[in-house]
């Protein structure tokens, strides 16, 4: 079976530019979680979903970020415009149920120049 | 707020050598402990769990004990590989209703062979 899927596994882009990540959870878990990680911060919960909808996105850093989960097979996060402190390994996770085992993508590392 | 607190690394080890990561958290209730390892390059993966006090989680020859007189969730592996370096996280899932994992920091172990 295959795991969750993040896309792309690596962007670098220029100050400025709008960055999308992409996450297809598994299929049949209804929990999708944004992550963010620094070596300065650590591992930060972004935002996530049940069953498509939103249900905290207090750690959203800014207005400048947005994430849509438009069904239960696909989620972006959008940076727009993005940042130099905006490079990170942004993680997507999923799990069946918000007590079980979360299952995370390999991550997008985004580099912003 | 519920939070874990867990040892800072780096820490290096000799192959062979035992491990023992401090993990301490606090929480209302009754949380279920988590320690999750993330190897070079890739997400998280969970490594195991204790729902309940006095319980033991094991994989891998790594064990941890859900301790709530002392609140403590600590990982020990009695003979490290050079394999197991990676950065282990410990979190908590409170028993409390619609909320996410908490994790620590992380601590980054590196096995010397």
């Known amino acids: 079976d295959a795991g969750v899927i993040q896309s792309p596994r690596h962007e670098v882009t220029e100050m400025g530019q709008e960055v999308t990540l992409r996450c297809k959870p598994i299929s049949g878990h209804d929990y999708l979680f944004w992550y963010r990680q620094t070596m300065m911060r650590g591992l930060e919960l972004l935002i996530y979903f049940n069953n498509n909808v939103p249900i905290d996105d207090s750690g959203m850093p800014e207005d400048r970020f947005s994430a849509k989960m438009p069904n239960a097979s696909f989620s972006t996060l959008k940076i727009q415009p993005s940042e130099p402190r905006d490079s990170a390994v942004y993680f997507c996770a999923s799990s069946k149920g918000q007590i079980a085992q979360q299952f995370f993508g390999p991550g997008t590392r985004l580099t912003v120049l | 707020g519920d939070s874990v607190t867990q040892m800072e690394g780096p820490v290096t080890l000799s192959e062979e050598a035992f491990l023992t990561i401090n993990c301490t958290y606090t929480a209302t209730g009754y949380p279920s402990l988590f320690w999750y390892v993330q190897y070079p390059g890739e997400g998280l993966q969970l490594l195991l769990k204790?729902?309940?006090?006095?319980d033991k989680g094991s994989n891998k020859g790594f064990e941890a004990t859900y301790r709530k007189e002392t609140t403590s969730f600590h990982l020990e592996k009695g003979s490290v590989q050079v394999s197991d370096s990676a950065v282990y996280f410990c979190?908590?899932?409170?028993?409390?209703?619609?909320?996410?994992?908490?994790f620590g920091k992380g601590t980054r172990l590196s096995v010397i062979a």
């Open positions: 979190a908590l899932k409170s028993s409390a209703g619609n909320t996410p994992l908490v």
């Open positions: 204790a729902t309940k006090a006095d």
